[in-house]
């Protein structure tokens, strides 16, 4: 019995030294991560990313870059079982469908590198059994969507507007503005295919497919019925009494505080907030301009040298797209915004976005919101903020089918009309509308 008990109290005790020395060596580890410069490792680097969760967030991208989608996209397909439906420009319908086709795009995203190709090619691929097709307003890098949808393709320099893939032959193909094509090879696993039917709730629809003037892989919808309200523009008031709280949220959207020194202008139809730092020109009807005010800002989407390359863009868009939450939120405005374009030069960044109602993009005379970045920090930004409301009147909007004798490219949105705003279909020249 004796023995029994020494032994039972031996193996406690071995038990106990073996948790004391993993303590110890897991104690040792984080000095030692303690005493290194985040700077001295990668962004890509696991120690990294473990020194950033354990020592603080402000020099962590993973903390800066939530890798939440800036854009939404126009268009969504999804071809399994011999069906091949599709949503578009709707919020809700469009967010949770791509929930149901991510995992097909994180593999499809994640292939060889691009290659160019024709549209041939292409074409012969529209009709494979498992096929998916994202297609965006605008131009965006393909690191950042491959970034988003949880890929590890990365091409720097290409921006895309359209992506479709074929499960059949593994072939991810890509869009760019100027209307090239590119290919990677990938492979996705039948069941993601048809896990993600279950979930995915469209319409019927097919692929323009050859001999159109539209680009083959292209969505018509079968008895496409886009019908969209004609909106006005409600008049906004950030200065109000009862905007007292989303205007002390917008001002620290910009780095300001309540108590920030201001003066007025025109009657005080606008504030102009003003600090060591930074300027923000505030129009009580909408119109914010930010600016910095020699080498500090504000502002910062990262600290120098903290990321570089795309994980930089990351984290400048995600500081774009945080601000804009805010101001959205503060203007009571029920739209929200979505990158657009993204122009690089050797020093800058700008960041151009749409405001979307109900998943429609709304095109002014001038950009919706722009951003300019210089490394981590935000140099300037426009926000041209509205709110919209419907008049009641419905439109049609002309069906993609019957449109499709124009352009190569296409997309449905909001243009003032005489003191309104109407929904039509507008061709696409190099990215822009015509």
């Known amino acids: 019995m004796r023995g029994a008990e020494r032994s039972a109290g031996n193996t406690a005790k071995n038990i106990a030294l073996i948790v004391l020395a993993v303590l110890m060596a897991v104690l040792c580890a984080a000095n030692w991560l303690a005493g290194v410069s985040a700077a001295s490792l990668g962004s890509d680097n696991p120690l990294r990313r473990v020194h950033d969760r354990l020592f603080g967030g402000a020099a962590g991208y993973e903390i800066r870059s939530s890798g939440v ?8 397909a999804l071809g399994a079982s011999g069906e091949l439906v599709g949503v578009q420009y709707s919020t809700t319908d469009v967010d949770a469908s791509l929930g149901a086709v991510r995992s097909i795009w994180t593999q499809a995203l994640s292939g060889d590198s691009l290659m160019e190709t024709d549209e041939q090619t292409l074409t012969g691929e529209l009709g494979a059994e498992r096929k998916v097709l994202l297609r965006y307003n605008g131009a965006l890098p393909l690191s950042v969507v491959s970034g988003w949808m949880g890929g590890t393709l990365a091409e720097d320099r290409m921006k895309v507007e359209t992506l479709f893939y074929s499960a059949d032959s593994g072939t991810l193909f890509v869009r760019t503005p100027d209307g090239a094509l590119y290919l990677s090879h990938a492979e996705a696993d039948r069941g993601a295919f048809d896990r993600a039917l279950e979930d995915f709730h469209g319409t019927d629809c097919a692929f323009a497919g050859a001999n159109t003037n539209v680009y083959p892989e292209t969505l018509l919808f079968e008895g496409e019925n886009l019908t969209l309200p004609v909106l006005k523009n409600e008049a906004l008031d950030l200065f109000a009494a009862q905007s007292g709280t989303g205007l002390a949220n ?9 108590y920030t020194d201001f003066y007025s202008e025109q009657n005080d139809m606008v504030r102009v907030f003003v600090d060591d730092a930074s300027t923000l020109r505030l129009a009580k009807t909408g119109l914010m301009q930010y600016a910095t005010a020699g080498d500090q800002s504000t502002v910062t989407a990262f600290e120098s040298g903290e990321v570089t390359g795309s994980a930089a863009l990351d984290a400048q868009i995600d500081c774009a797209r945080v601000i804009l939450d805010t101001v959205l939120r503060a203007g009571e405005t029920d739209t929200h915004a979505s990158l657009y374009a993204v122009n690089e030069t050797e020093h800058r960044t700008t960041l151009v976005f749409l405001q979307l109602y109900s998943g429609v993009p709304v095109l002014g005379s ?21 709110r919209f409301a419907a008049t009641g009147e419905n439109r049609i909007v002309l069906p993609a089918a019957s449109a499709s004798a124009g352009e190569r490219s296409m997309m449905a949105a909001y243009r003032e009309e005489n003191g309104v705003y109407a929904p039509s279909r507008f061709y696409l020249k190099d990215g822009k509308t015509d």
């Open 69 to 76: 989608s800036a854009a939404s996209p126009a268009q969504l």
């Open 250 to 258: 917008l001002l620290g959207a910009f780095g300001f505080s309540a």
């Open 366 to 386: 001038t950009d919706f919101a722009a951003f300019e970045f210089e490394g981590g920090v935000l140099r300037a930004a426009t926000v041209n903020l509205q």
